[in-house]
């Protein structure tokens, strides 16, 4: 399971075929213009520690639950709530363009959850995966209404159905597997 920055799980995928996960893809509407990565690349290269990379604080719009974006987040003196140094943003931005030309080559059973309402990651990179993924058991989910952190920052009543919906689809994966198997 990958949840938000789960880039690193899909370069897994890459090299064991049997693990993956999500941030695959950076949105079109975040992306910054070709000559501004190739200025901050070139950057990279002497200031890579610089906290340049413009951001907004997605906080508020990531955790739905108001207690949990106090109490959990904001609170937290290990979550991490700076500006990224030039040469992580880079590195972000690396991997992800790299994995979307790549998504075609996800090929084990998946289920994605998204929130019809995540301020962070639009919906749609999520359905790129979904609609380019060679995988024959896939599947997509969209909730309405709900935002970015799907299993944390939600509501409880909403952490709940993702969490039944996800555990559901294992049971249906674990039940064919057992009826293959007999």
Known sequence: MGESMGAVALLWHRKKPTFWAPMCKTGDDVR???????????????????????????????????????????????????????????????????????????????????????????????????????????SFKLYPAMWHSLTYGELQENNDTVFEDVTAWLDDRVAKRVTIGA
């Open 32 to 138: 910054p213009l070709a000559v501004v990565v190739n200025v901050l690349t070139k950057l990279c290269r002497i200031i890579p520690t610089w906290k340049i990379i413009p951001t907004q604080d997605i906080i508020d719009v990531a955790f739905r639950d108001p207690e949990v974006r106090q109490e959990a987040i904001r609170s937290n003196p290990f979550c991490f709530k700076g500006r990224p140094r030039l040469l992580t943003g880079n590195q972000l931005l690396t991997v992800s363009l790299h994995l979307e030309q790549r998504l075609q080559e996800v090929s084990i059973p998946f289920l994605i959850v998204h929130g019809a309402d995540d301020k962070v990651t639009n919906p749609s990179v999520s359905n790129l995966l979904y609609e380019s993924a060679c995988s024959t058991d896939k």
